[in-house]
């Protein structure tokens, strides 16, 4: 059994920072690709940050330059920092992981966590 729990949402004011946090745990062999979605209410969940096994990372339009995903792989832990947040950043944010455990290799998502921003 696999399990991403996130961390680190809230509510913060336009042009704030926010740190997320997200942390597999269970029978795992592997972490291959890593990444953060967001849900806005009525929107589709999309791509905000990913980052593969080796470092490398890839950025929605609307996080470059503001957004840094990164990834601890002695914790099995991706980050979001997240800078100059806007308004329309405001949504559900889910982790979502490619994870080998023995004999198979699945997709996992985090349950999400919630992120205001607001003044």
């Known amino acids: 059994q696999v399990q991403l729990v996130e961390s680190g949402g809230g509510l913060v004011q336009p042009g704030g920072s926010l740190r997320l946090s997200c942390a597999a745990s269970?029978?795992?062999?592997?972490?291959?690709?890593m990444g953060w979605y967001r849900q806005a209410p009525g929107k589709q969940r999309g791509l905000v940050a990913a980052i593969s096994s080796g470092g490398s990372t890839s950025y929605a339009d609307s996080a470059k330059g503001r957004f840094t995903i990164s990834r601890d792989n002695a914790k099995n832990t991706v980050y979001l920092q997240m800078n100059s947040l806007k308004p329309e950043d405001t949504a559900v944010y889910y982790c979502?992981?490619?994870?080998?455990?023995?004999?198979?290799?699945?997709?996992?998502w985090g349950q999400g966590t919630q992120v205001t921003v607001s003044s």
């Open positions: 269970g029978s795992i062999n592997s972490i291959y690709t």
């Open positions: 979502n992981a490619d994870i080998a455990t023995v004999g198979s290799i699945g997709n996992y």
